[in-house]
């Protein structure tokens, strides 16, 4: 009994005490991060939310023992001097920086999920590395959010109240033997603990609990958000590699329903040039030729432009994006590689020789040529277009007139379009892709277009009519140029934003992007509404088929106007789980197996019919869906993506 005097009762209470703190204002973070978000992310009934609140409490317990294994470890250590005041002052400055920190990630996600559909991954890393605005678009989000600002403060005041309840009183040690001896084997307890918390389960064969393990407890996978915190998902992604090579099905099975190879063989005489508008945050939702068979009460388009350039067009109105950020949506368009849950662009496998439309059109004698006005470098597109082989870049640094600068993250896209419809052309056949910049957070337009144009219902409306304004005034000039006829215009979004209607809300219409082909000559026939469902890695083997590219073409997505059809795969990634559309099915695919099967119709991802169909559809879709990862590894990581 001598031994239990040792016991520091009032310190292990004061530490679970300020660990349960942190749990508690966890909860109330999620609740927040709901009630911001609540359009997108469905919960019927409040014990619907309590049931997600509860299994996302595996998900705070790995990041609060992350966060706070150093207190734990300071809090229990028999220094003798635990108790002493100013060493509970290093223990209260050491708890409220490190878990402000992780805290603050949780509040991002109120504004940003809305745009990245996603909770925050250590890919903000790969965004920020190129960009030198980082801190001005931090103080930007602040002003326009302060709320966000508000609801921290108060909730950071409220926990060092809490905190503060509890007060440790100086009491040193009379029997040093027993202090030491209980503190060990409380120590060894606690890591045993803190070990099984943060791996999620105490079972050696269980791997650590992680982010797709977040869609086991929901009904709707996009309640999978609400199940993790952002502190988890920010830690469960740093130095991860989920690039991993994986057996599934034999070669022949991939040969005959992946087909990674496709063979066209159009004759072209005059090879055509091509432009290849890739449109920033460019939602399906935001253009009115994309929506006519929708049935969306009280619909409203925001690029009438564009709109009557879709009746001159052929367009796809069911395409969907390859990703979820712009650099995603680079390699996705030009390269047909979508990203899976670790951006390709993003991994060790990135710099490697790519085939892609650029290959392609360097091979037949183009010119090649890529357009951003960001300051060079800016969102890796330098980097990545040296990889894919554009013979030049044009950025703000090559347009130089600072004047024009949008002040935060490029040219304004109407001086920087009337710039590149002039600067390309000099040798033909060209291909030459712009990335636009304006419609982008935090939604501006220049001064003198004030009142121009509809404000809308959400912020991206205003810009997103700017942008397409800026697409007119490209075509007025681009029609004077000498190239112009014989010319293939390709338009899609790099990825979608903003939601407003309840229609682009449903989990695979975050992927909606518009796609259009459009050419003044007749002889492409590109005209027409073609309903088949598309992708952005389409966009790749459309345009090597249509300038008469007749080697093979290296590509998981199709060409949409030969007749030689090849079976869509569209594959996406939520950030945690993979997405496949194939024939009349949507799959979910965790890296291990398929998780999910719906309804192709079923865009919101309601009714999980993995355990209700069995059919021979079915039952070759999923083997179809692993087979595809299993190409994709295979080329990613063995460098076989020429």
Not at 13 to 18: E, K, T
Not at 343 to 361: E, H, L, W
Not at 382 to 394: A, E, P, R, S
């Amino acid at each position: 009994m001598k031994f239990l005097k040792g016991l520091r009762k009032q310190e292990v209470l004061a530490l679970v005490y300020r660990i349960f703190l942190a749990y508690v204002f966890y909860q109330i973070a999620r609740l927040l991060f709901w009630y911001f978000n609540k359009d997108l992310i469905k919960v019927d009934s409040v014990s619907e939310y309590i049931k997600l609140a509860f299994h996302g409490t595996a998900f705070d317990t790995t990041a609060i023992l992350y966060v706070n294994a150093l207190f734990i470890l300071l809090s229990l250590l028999p220094l003798v001097i635990n108790t002493n005041k100013i060493f509970q002052k290093i223990l209260f400055w050491l708890y409220f920086i490190t878990n402000g920190i992780a805290y603050a990630m949780n509040f991002g996600d109120f504004i940003y999920y809305k745009f990245s559909q996603a909770r925050l991954t250590s890919a903000v890393f790969q965004v920020a590395e190129h960009e030198s605005n980082v801190s001005q678009t931090l103080m930007i989000s602040v002003g326009e959010h302060p709320f966000v600002l508000i609801w921290f403060i108060v909730l950071m005041g409220l926990w060092v109240f809490l905190y503060k309840r509890v007060k440790v009183e100086d009491i040193k040690p009379v029997k040093l033997v027993p202090y030491f001896i209980t503190s060990i084997i409380t120590l060894c307890i606690t890591a045993v603990l803190v070990v099984g918390g943060i791996r999620g389960d105490f079972k050696h064969s269980t791997r650590p609990i992680n982010m797709v393990d977040a869609t086991r407890f929901v009904t709707n996978p996009l309640q999978g958000n609400m199940v993790l915190n952002s502190t988890f998902s920010f830690f469960r992604t740093l130095n991860t590699n989920n690039f991993k090579e994986v057996h599934f099905v034999d070669e022949k099975y991939i040969e005959e329903n992946v087909q990674p190879y496709k063979v066209y063989d159009r004759k072209v005489e005059n090879r055509p040039n091509i432009v290849i508008f890739i449109v920033e945050s460019f939602g399906r939702e935001y253009s009115g030729a994309f929506n006519k068979d929708k049935n969306i009460k009280d619909y409203v388009s925001y690029t009438p432009f564009m709109d009557s350039l879709a009746g001159q067009s052929l367009i796809f109105p069911n395409t969907f994006a390859n990703g979820r950020q712009s650099i995603h949506g680079m390699s996705s368009v030009l390269a047909g590689i979508p990203s899976l849950t670790d951006a390709f662009t993003g991994s060790p496998y990135s710099n490697q020789k790519i085939q892609s439309i650029v290959s392609v059109c360097n091979d037949l004698g183009y010119d090649t040529s890529f357009y951003h006005g960001a300051p060079n470098g800016s969102m890796g597109f330098l980097g990545f277009g040296n990889i894919l082989g554009f013979k030049h870049y044009f950025g703000k640094t090559e347009y130089n007139h600072d004047e024009d600068f949008d002040g935060m993250w490029a040219i304004w896209d109407e001086p920087f379009l009337q710039y590149f419809a002039k600067n390309v052309g000099k040798k033909q056949p060209f291909m030459t892709t712009v990335f636009t910049a304006s419609s982008h957070h935090p939604f501006k337009i220049p001064e003198k277009y004030n009142g121009k144009f509809k404000k809308g219902k959400i912020e991206i409306h205003e810009p997103m009519q700017y942008t397409d304004y800026a697409i007119k005034k490209y075509f007025e000039t681009a029609k004077k140029q000498h190239w112009y006829n014989n010319t293939i215009f390709v338009f899609t979004g790099d990825h979608t934003n903003q939601v407003y209607y309840p229609e682009y809300e449903r989990a695979m219409n975050r992927y909606a992007v518009p796609l259009v082909f459009y050419s003044p000559n007749p002889a492409y026939q590109l005209k027409g509404v073609n309903q088949e469902i598309a992708q952005q890695a389409d966009i790749y083997p459309t345009l090597a088929d249509l300038i008469g590219y007749n080697k093979p073409i290296r590509s998981w997505g199709r060409s949409l106007v030969s007749d030689k059809k090849y079976p869509f795969i569209v594959v996406n990634s939520d950030g945690s789980t993979d997405q496949f559309m194939i024939g009349n099915y949507i799959y979910r695919f965790d890296g291990k197996e398929i998780i999910g099967v719906y309804n192709q119709s079923d865009l919101s991802l309601e009714k999980n019919l993995i355990n209700e169909v069995k059919t021979p559809e079915v039952e070759q879709g999923k083997q179809t869906a692993k087979a595809w990862y299993q190409d994709y590894m295979d080329r990613v990581i063995n460098r076989k993506l020429n």
